[in-house]
């Protein structure tokens, strides 16, 4: 074969390749906002004039803040502008740590994480399911005893492998998830029960420290520059992703033609991550601050993970975006005049009924952002999007998108209740309001003057939601077991509030959305009204070496959130039901249903 020939060949396997890795043409954005398409083109025109891209990529501060202590955290925040290029040199580890497990003969891979540490995992796992010839992914991000207890049962231990994650190494959930799983697994194999466990956390940790006293099988550093919700393409969601047998060279080379797209020399009217941090931000200041997700089937969960970027990045100093997920889409007369619409629709599975409600709110004149997604593989593009998208829109909301001053705030009274759980054995126990068909009612000294002389669980339920008023939110945070059950009656509770209150509505499952949402709602503007639904736990669990249990931590984690929100004013109710959650919750939502009509 003569040099021209052979150069001929090597240039035909180079773009295979290339294509094989880039794939389909980017997902494709457009956007339909009527009369508020003016205050965007506007607000990129200034853009350009401020040369805001380039000082984005230049990690310039003043973008979010003006106060040295808040800039300050903002420079050591940003690393995630170039994580997608870092993790091409640490893709042989990673894949050799991948095949290692598989060739191990591990059948599940238990990751015990929380908030950024746990939520792009779980859209891995719900987007690719079970990958032939790799362990099965679940991921446990609760402390409800029955919700950790359900998912030990679903996994043979001895062939699991424990994934835990922590970018701190001191988030309270994952250690004392590690502890449990630990014991159990010492139960089984002795000494050498650490073969099991790998840890992905912050070099220096606590985690990091434990991990190589109790002989992980692997320790995979994070970047100590890159916030937990910011992390998906780092460790945090690519190592999951790989012991699972998802194609993350795929995945990290969609995600870096998508940061091509958004880079420094790009204008903001043609970079698609500043134009859609933009519509959100100038949208939001129009008071079209409540974005609503619609995902097409197969790419279901992943709004839960844009719900924690957007909500725990811009809820703050009063202000925010709230972002809906998994509100089942209804016709346009039961949204108010405060929603934005983002429709995700994966072209090779879209939904025509999606595709005609979405056509409908559209025609109606509510706002609405479509994204075409070409391939499931380009869940890396959406990450690194919407992560400068949310940057940006944090940068016109005029607040620090990369801190999270609540979330400690919740953390703090929760180890305050507990400390007092130590010395007296027990949680603290308010008079409730009102006691009626085996639920009880608390609130603090406001929240019962608004629900003064109820009587009943009917009255106690029309005062408090006699409080939702146009532009308001509704949020149902759940101490519960996610069930089948329990996920339809809270999801009837809320589109029951939607439809007759015309407000967008939330469900956060404790203590998972305090890492989330949480930030939100006591950071955010004052426009959340609450119902807080803790329970009695059937079977408690113990945690080794701790003196409380996993329902005695869930209930100081949920006292510590309500104790956050009334201090804030919030206007918030907590809902105790017995031992029996689903019997409780058919009697909440059957008088949901009497008081709504």
């Known amino acids: 074969m003569n040099p021209?020939?052979?150069l001929r060949q090597i240039?035909?396997?180079?773009?295979?390749?290339?294509?094989?890795?880039?794939?389909?043409k980017l997902s494709r954005q457009t956007y339909a906002l009527g009369a508020l398409d003016k205050d965007v083109q506007a607000k990129l025109k200034e853009l350009r004039q401020t040369d805001f891209v380039r000082r984005l990529w230049a990690k310039d501060p003043t973008l979010w803040h003006t106060d040295p202590i808040h800039q300050k955290i903002i420079r050591n925040a940003l690393g995630w502008l170039h994580i997608t290029e870092q993790q091409m040199h640490h893709l042989p580890r990673i894949k050799g740590l991948a095949e290692s497990v598989r060739t191990a003969g591990f059948k599940h891979a238990l990751l015990l994480g929380m908030g950024g540490s746990s939520l792009c995992p779980e859209v891995f796992r719900m987007t690719f399911g079970v990958v032939p010839g790799y362990p099965e992914l679940h991921v446990l991000d609760s402390t409800v005893p029955a919700q950790v207890r359900s998912f030990e049962k679903r996994v043979d231990l001895a062939k699991t492998l424990c994934i835990v994650a922590s970018k701190s190494g001191t988030t309270t959930e994952p250690l004392v998830f590690c502890r449990y799983f630990f014991e159990r697994m010492r139960q089984i194999k002795g000494d050498r029960a650490g073969e099991n466990f790998i840890a992905i956390t912050d070099p220096g940790?606590?985690?990091?420290?434990?991990?190589?006293?109790?002989?992980?099988?692997?320790?995979?550093?994070?970047?100590?520059?890159?916030?937990?919700r910011y992390s998906a393409l780092s460790n945090f969601g690519i190592v999951p992703a790989a012991i699972m047998g998802v194609n993350v060279e795929h995945l990290l080379y969609r995600a870096e033609r998508i940061r091509h797209s958004c880079d420094s020399c790009v204008p903001p009217e043609d970079n698609p991550g500043v134009v859609l941090g933009v519509v959100m931000g100038e949208l939001a200041k129009q008071g079209r601050d409540k974005i609503t997700f619609v995902t097409s089937p197969a790419i279901w969960d992943l709004g839960a993970w844009m719900e924690q970027l957007i909500a725990e990045s811009t809820g703050k100093e009063g202000k925010g975006i709230v972002p809906v997920d998994d509100e089942p889409l209804g016709p346009p007369?039961?949204?108010?005049?405060?929603?934005?619409?983002a429709y995700?629709?994966?072209?090779?599975?879209?939904?025509?009924?999606?595709?005609?409600?979405?056509?409908?709110?559209e025609k109606a004149g509510h706002p609405v952002i479509r994204i075409e997604l070409a391939d499931l593989i380009n869940l890396g593009e959406e990450f690194f999007l919407w992560e400068i998208a949310t940057a940006v829109a944090g940068s016109l909301l005029g607040i620090n998108a990369f801190d999270q001053p609540n979330v400690q705030e919740s953390k703090d009274y929760t180890k305050n209740f507990l400390d007092d759980y130590k010395k007296n054995g027990?949680?603290?126990?308010?008079?409730?309001?009102?006691?009626?068909?085996?639920v009880k009612i608390y609130g603090d000294a406001t929240n019962r003057q608004a629900l003064k002389g109820v009587s009943t669980l009917e009255d106690a339920l029309k005062a408090h939601l006699a409080r939702v008023q146009a532009g308001d939110y509704f949020a149902v945070n759940a101490y519960v077991e996610r069930t089948d059950a329990s996920h339809q009656a809270l999801q009837a509770?809320?589109?029951?509030?939607?439809?007759?209150?015309?407000?967008?509505?939330?469900?956060?499952?404790?203590p998972r959305f305090l890492?989330?949402?949480?930030?939100?709602h006591k950071g955010g503007p004052n426009t959340g009204v609450f119902i807080q639904i803790t329970s009695d736990d059937a079977e408690d669990l113990p945690i080794p070496g701790e003196p409380y249990t996993f329902g005695v931590l869930k209930a100081a984690q949920a006292l510590g959130d309500f104790f956050s929100l009334t201090k804030r004013n919030r206007r918030t109710i907590r809902v105790h039901l017995g031992a029996d959650v689903n019997a409780g919750l058919k009697k909440l939502q059957a008088a949901v249903e009497k008081v709504l009509g």
Do not use: C
């Not at 890492?515 to 939100?520: A, C, R």
């Open 344 to 361: 995700i629709r994966y072209t090779a599975g879209a939904d025509v009924a999606q595709d005609a409600k979405v056509a409908a709110l």
């Open 493 to 510: 509770i809320r589109l029951r509030v939607r439809d007759r209150k015309k407000v967008a509505t939330t469900l956060g499952y404790g």
């Open 333 to 341: 007369e039961v949204y108010g005049q405060d929603r934005l619409f």
């Open 205 to 228: 940790s606590l985690l990091e420290k434990l991990a190589q006293e109790i002989k992980f099988r692997d320790i995979l550093p994070g970047v100590p520059d890159i916030g937990g």
């Open 11 to 24: 240039m035909s396997v180079i773009s295979r390749k290339r294509e094989e890795l880039l794939g389909p």
């Open 426 to 438: 027990h949680l603290p126990e308010e008079e409730p309001i009102l006691t009626a068909s085996g």
């Open 515 to 520: 890492h989330s949402t949480g930030q939100l």
């Open 4 to 6: 021209f020939a052979q």
